[in-house]
C-alpha cells in the first residue's frame, strides 16, 4: 500500500506540473457570459476541418486569455462537454468522443469555447468540423528520428493507433545503451497495407534488410558485387513477393547562407528487381546518364513508377556524377516521373515513358504513390533535387491519370516543406509530413481527399496532450498506412538483426 501511495502522489505530481490534469468535467456550462467576436485560438487548428469518423480525439491547447475553459462539442441535440480548470489543454473522453462522432457520420459538429477572466466568462465564436462517411485506416506507421546529421543516437520504427492514443515500437536502435553500437533503421514499407508482409533497412552496425514474409523474419545482405550501392527505396509488388529497390549513392552538403538548412546529394541512382521467393536480384535501370530512384508500383501491378533526373547536362566525368559537380549544378538537378509497363508473366519490363514533366517547367518531382484506384497520382514538386523534406518550395500535387491533369493540392499545402506521402487504403485520406509549424521538425498531417479530385484543409496527427507536438525534439519521417498492427515483436526484430 505504501508503495502504490507514493506512486500515486508522485503521478500526481508530475500531471499537475504539466498540466493537463482537467480531462474531466469541472466546471459547468457558463450560465452568464459576454460574446466577444475575435476568433479563439488554438493549437493545434482544427477549425473548420474533414476528420475521419474512426479519429482520436482532436485534444487541444486554448491559446486565448483565460484561467479556465469550458469547451462544447455537438450540434445542439447532443452535447459532449469538456472543461479546463487552471489549465489550457481541453482533453475529450475517448469513448465519448467516438460515440457522438459514430453518430454524426457525414454531418457537421460545432465546438463553442467558454474562457474565465478576471472579469467573468466570455464565450468565442463556434468553429465548426465536418465528419466524413469514410474511415481512416486505422494504424499509420513511421520513424521519429533527432535532426542529426552524422550519428544514429536513439531513433525508432513505430506504429500508431489513429483511433487512440497506442503508440508502440517496430523497433528502437541501442536499447543496448551501447552508443558505440549505433546503426540506423529506414524504410520501412507494406505491401498492400499489411503488415505480414514489410521490411525495413538497417545502416551502418549490422546492416542489411530486415524483410518479413509470414512468421519468417530475415535479414537480407546484398552483395556488394552483385548491388555495390546498396538497396535503398523500395517498392512491394501489390500481389507477389516482388520488391522493386533503389540504389543510391547519396552524401550531403550544409548552406553556409541559406533558409534551407540541408542538401542531401543523390550522385548516382538506379533500380533493381528483386524476387523475394527466388532470391534473384535482377537490374531494371543501370544507366550513368540519368538518376532513377523513387520506385512505385500501379495497384494492379502493371505498371512501375519512379523518378529521373537526366544529369548529362552536369556530368562531366565519364563515371556518376560526383560530389564537385552536384554542389556546383544542384540546382539544376530536376527529376520527372516516369514509368515502365510490365509484364508479370515473364517478368520484364517495357520502354519508359514520362508521365509528369516538372523539368520543362524548371520544377522537380518525388515521391510518385498511385491511388488505390488507380486514377490518381500523388507526388512533391519542389524547385529542384529529390530530397523535399527539406525544400520550403516542396508542396503536394496529383496527376488525374484519367482527365490527364496535373494540379497542386493547394488546400493542403502549406508555405514550409510539405513532403512524404501515403494514400489510405480508400483513397480517400492521405498523410504526409511537414515542417509547416517551426521549420525545423516535421509533424504528420492528415487531409480528406474526396471524389472529386480535390484535398481539404490538413489537420495535424491528434495527441492525448496536444502539447507533446511542441515539446517533442524528434521528427516523424515516412509515414505509412496499415491496416493491422505489426505482429512482429521488437525483440524478434533485434535477435534477427543481431543474428542472435
Sequence with gaps: MKATYIFALIGLIWIGWWGTACSEKTWD???????????????????????????????????????????????????????????????????AWHRLLDAHRGDSLQMTIYARLSTGWVRYPAYSFYIAREEIDPYVAYRL????????????LYQRNLTNFDVRPIYENNRRFDYTDN????????????????????????????????????????????VPMGAVYPAWHPAK??????????????????EEKVEVMDMASDLFFYDATQDRTEWICRTDSALETFPAWSPSGDYLYYCAADVRSV?????ALSAGDFLLNYRAIHYNIMRLPFDAQTQTFGAAECMVDCAAEGKSATLPRLSPDGRY?????????????????ANLCVKDLEMNETYPLSEANNNDADSYHAWSSNGRWIVFSSRRDDGSYTRLYLTYFDTEGKAHKA?????????????LLKSYNVPEFTREPVKITPDTFRKVIYQE
Design 145 to 156: 528520428i533527432e535532426p542529426g546529421y552524422s550519428y544514429y543516437r536513439q531513433l525508432g
Design 315 to 319: 556530368n562531366v566525368r565519364p563515371n
Design 377 to 393: 497520382l500523388l507526388f512533391t514538386e519542389g524547385d529542384y533535387g529529390q530530397f523535399h523534406i527539406w525544400h520550403k518550395s
Design 459 to 471: 489537420f495535424m496527427l491528434p495527441q492525448l496532450d496536444p502539447a507533446q507536438n511542441l515539446l
Design 29 to 95: 456550462v457558463p450560465t452568464y457570459y459576454t460574446e466577444i467576436q475575435e476568433p479563439v485560438s488554438i493549437y493545434p487548428d482544427y477549425k473548420e476541418v474533414i476528420i475521419p469518423p474512426n479519429i482520436a480525439p482532436l485534444n487541444f491547447l486554448v491559446r486565448s486569455p483565460g484561467r479556465d475553459y469550458v469547451a462544447v462539442l455537438g450540434n445542439g441535440k447532443e452535447e459532449l462537454v469538456v472543461s479546463a480548470q487552471a489549465s489550457q489543454t481541453i482533453q475529450f473522453d475517448e469513448a
Design 241 to 258: 513477393d516482388w520488391i522493386v529497390f533503389s540504389s543510391n549513392r547519396t552524401g550531403q552538403a550544409f548552406h553556409l547562407q541559406n
Design 183 to 226: 546503426h540506423c533503421v529506414n524504410c520501412h514499407a507494406f505491401q498492400q497495407y499489411r503488415t505480414d508482409r514489410m521490411l525495413f533497412h538497417v545502416r551502418t552496425n549490422h546492416g542489411g534488410t530486415v524483410l518479413v514474409q509470414g512468421d519468417e523474419v530475415r535479414k537480407l545482405e546484398f552483395p556488394r558485387k552483385t
